[in-house]
């Protein structure tokens, strides 16, 4: 599970009073997240749940894989635009609903809690045959489509005989996959200098004929295109069994064999909205209302593919999802204000523009067609428009993390007065309430120590843990106010982070004491923002071996969490900074890149997968690492935080009077710090952390590489930086590289004293052995 930062978190002023939860990052859904942070509603905490972060456009899908756009020209990136709508991002897959209580379950996060909840997850091929779930490559989910593509093209390449393909579904997305897909392979081969070898193309139909809900003009343009392509067609054949290289159709009557089997039939919907007890018709999809409202449940709304109009059925495009955007953000709206919702009524016929592969476009609507390359250039242009819409996008319309710009708005779109909210007490009096606090730690999962007489479990007033004979107490403090719009990912990575200073000790952690302020909310929204971050915190802990023993809870401006923790080490096993010697390899078991790639994010210049790598590194535990770095010998060793790599390696020369040799070729960065650092996004700790370059012997011969800004840059729950023997460090590296840590490297070597003080000495580019 991963989560993105967001901008709603960092102001903490705004009272939350509802919950709007979006499941599905879908074309009605972006709509909605423009059209919300264009303009806010007080009081409204607007939470998105998206299996990806990256959300394709399906209309440019086909030219996509026929190769005329790239991954980003057809994908809206999720991350900057909720950044902008001042929405949480969870990147995470919905598995069910609990409709009586409200909730949302995810496959890898605790519930999450809604007041609305809006449904817009599209549709998935309907596998209905014997097999084709275990031998078909279906066109959704893109990210398979796209891997699986790549992998047919390569097998085309080193095949020594004609490659064959069925493609199962001829309506307009098995048509058009089928042409670009014979696009890109043409093209491909004949670059390569081996045309004749092309594949073989089979489309099955189970209608009497291709593309079944368009006009017969069209059906033959189309038909005539296939043929001149060597495209086979089979009509009136349904697919009915799938086994490893070949299918039947009609029931066993015939059967083809074929070197790859693409799957792309008539929409199908996923189980979990009928399972959660939703209405939904014989297909499975979401019954819904004029108002685009379920019509069980009037709190849950649905659009796009997932949807079905009871009083007006249409087919599958995402024209309907598109026009539906705009309707389901006024009735969103006017649900939470309790007015009257405004229907939705779909067109009759609407604009079909299905592309032949090679930028050549046939279009209908009702009984018209026209044809021509000219409409590839328009529908080239239509697409790039609305892609470019949700991805370009301002810096800020408003801050929504400052009551007073919300002055502006009608008072219909205010959810409460913000002049009535009471002032809150200090001191005590500022602490969250006993039964709200007991209720969640009771619903907590922590684990106990036989070494801790006084935990959580009592009524005392202080933890008492015992120190092993032979054993030294170690002791650190840390926490920040929340980096991530998801609690109980922020719970997670605080862990983590805090973890990191007992681990770069060598150490064992033993008991952890945390301290929460949450902002204020209504009671039951507080309650379930504690038992979030609790939760994550409480899983990380549970993990490490580490018993959460009590800790303070207040009320605030902004979310904050801070762990104290405790540990224990052998006195002779314990690693420090000023253990490092002359010859030592250094090696960090980390990226670096968290400060730049967020500093980007808030202004909405990072990529969606930046942002879920330096996720992803952020929740990596060190604890293996670290008992990895003792078992070869490690010699000293810090984790690599707020300081930044200069800083943090800095401390250690300086300990252990020594002097290091960096190779910043060799430093491991996460995706897009590059780019991020090249557009001058820094964090706001890097200035302070750029005063420590005097540290480095020889800056002005470094100074003018693009990337070395970087190693000011400053990390949250970042990787450990050791020293450790040269005969042992390849071998180090290769075990990190097991255990997960893939960005391991050896970075630079230490060095003797050359001068009165310890010094860094950079080097652009080569490599240490």
């Not at 440019?60 to 001042?86: K, R």
């Not at 009471?422 to 209720?439: F, N, P, W």
Request: overall charge neutral; hydrophobic content about 40%; some cysteine.
């Amino acid at each position: 599970m991963k989560s993105l930062f967001s901008r709603t978190m960092n102001g903490g002023r705004d009272l939350v009073l509802k919950d709007l939860v979006l499941v599905g990052g879908g074309h009605s859904h972006v709509i909605v997240l423009k059209r919300l942070g264009m303009n806010p509603m007080p009081g409204l905490r607007v939470t998105m749940i998206a299996r990806d972060i990256h959300t394709p456009y399906s209309g440019m899908l086909p030219g996509f894989v026929a190769g005329h756009y790239n991954f980003d020209d057809i994908h809206i990136d999720l991350a900057p635009l909720a950044q902008f709508a001042g929405a949480r991002l969870y990147h995470d897959e919905v598995v069910g609903l609990d409709l009586a209580n409200r909730k949302v379950f995810c496959r890898d996060r605790p519930a999450v809690s809604y007041d609305i909840l809006s449904i817009d997850i599209g549709s998935t091929p309907s596998l209905t045959a014997t097999g084709s779930a275990e031998h078909a490559l279906a066109i959704k989910p893109i990210v398979t489509l796209i891997e699986r593509l790549e992998g047919l093209k390569t097998r085309v390449l080193t095949s020594s005989y004609p490659f064959k393909v069925g493609v199962v579904g001829a309506g307009a997305a098995g048509v058009e996959l089928t042409l670009a897909v014979q696009f890109a392979v043409r093209q491909l081969l004949s670059q390569r200098g081996l045309l004749g070898n092309e594949p073989k193309f089979h489309l099955f139909s189970a209608a009497q004929s291709i593309l079944p809900t368009h006009n017969r003009l069209v059906r033959k343009k189309f038909e005539r295109v296939l043929r001149t392509r060597g495209v086979h067609i089979h009509t009136e054949a349904r697919v009915t069994a799938l086994e490893a290289g070949a299918l039947s159709v009609n029931d066993g009557s015939d059967r083809f064999e074929f070197d790859e089997i693409m799957w792309a039939t008539e929409a199908g919907a996923q189980q979990w909205p009928a399972d959660s007890g939703l209405d939904v018709d014989r297909q499975g999809f979401i019954c819904v209302e004029d108002t685009l409202q379920s019509t069980s449940n009037p709190e849950v709304f649905a659009s796009g593919d997932i949807s079905s109009m009871v009083h007006y059925p249409h087919e599958k495009a995402g024209v309907f999802a598109v026009r539906q955007g705009p309707r389901l953000e006024v009735n969103l709206r006017r649900v939470l204000q309790r007015k009257p919702l405004k229907p939705f009524k779909p067109q009759r016929n609407f604009l079909s523009l299905v592309s032949t592969g090679d930028q050549y476009v046939i279009a209908s609507r009702g009984s018209w067609s026209l044809a021509g390359r000219w409409l590839w250039q328009l529908k080239n242009r239509i697409d790039r428009r609305f892609v470019r819409q949700f991805n370009n996008l301002p810096t800020m319309v408003q801050d929504v993390t400052n009551p007073s710009s919300f002055k502006a708005l009608a008072p219909t779109d205010v959810l409460f007065d913000l002049s009535k909210v009471a002032m809150r007490c200090g001191g005590c009096g500022s602490k969250v309430g006993s039964a709200l606090l007991d209720k969640v730690l009771a619903r907590l999962s922590t684990i106990r120590r036989g070494d801790v007489l006084v935990g959580l479990e009592t009524l005392d007033d202080a933890s008492v843990e015992q120190v092993p004979s032979g054993f030294a107490a170690v002791r650190t403090i840390d926490g920040f106010r929340a980096i991530v719009d998801d609690p109980y990912t922020f719970g997670q990575i605080t862990t983590i982070h805090c973890l990191g200073d007992i681990h770069a000790m060598g150490a064992e952690p033993q008991t952890a004491l945390a301290i929460v302020t949450l902002p204020l909310s209504t009671e039951a929204k507080m309650e379930s923002l504690l038992e979030e971050i609790l939760t994550g915190t409480v899983n990380v802990l549970n993990a490490a071996g580490t018993a959460l023993v009590g800790g303070h809870t207040t009320e605030g401006n902004e979310l904050f969490l801070g762990l104290a923790l405790s540990g224990i080490v052998e006195p002779t096993q314990m690693l420090r900074k000023s253990g490092m010697k002359p010859g030592n390899l250094l090696i960090l078991t980390k990226p670096l890149g968290i400060g730049t790639i967020f500093a980007a994010h808030m202004q909405l210049k990072a990529k969606g997968r930046w942002i879920d790598a330096a996720m992803q590194s952020m929740l990596q535990s060190s604890s293996a690492a670290s008992q990895c770095l003792r078992r070869h010998g490690a010699t000293a060793c810090t984790d690599v935080t707020g300081f930044g790599l200069v800083g943090h390696l800095g401390e250690m020369v300086r300990a252990s009077k020594v002097d290091a040799h960096l190779d910043l070729s060799a430093v491991p960065l996460l995706d897009g710090s590059q780019e991020t650092i090249a557009g001058g996004w820094l964090s706001s700790l890097h200035p302070q952390n750029f005063r420590l370059r005097s540290t480095i012997a020889n800056i002005e011969e470094i100074a003018s590489s693009p990337i070395y800004p970087i190693i000011f840059d400053p990390q949250t729950a970042g990787g450990l930086l050791a020293s450790v023997p040269a005969e042992r460090a390849n071998t180090c590296v290769t075990e990190l590289h097991g255990l997960g840590y893939i960005h391991t490297s050896i970075i630079g070597v230490v060095e003797p004293l050359s001068g009165r003080d310890a010094s860094i000495r950079i080097k652009v580019s080569g490599g240490v052995t």
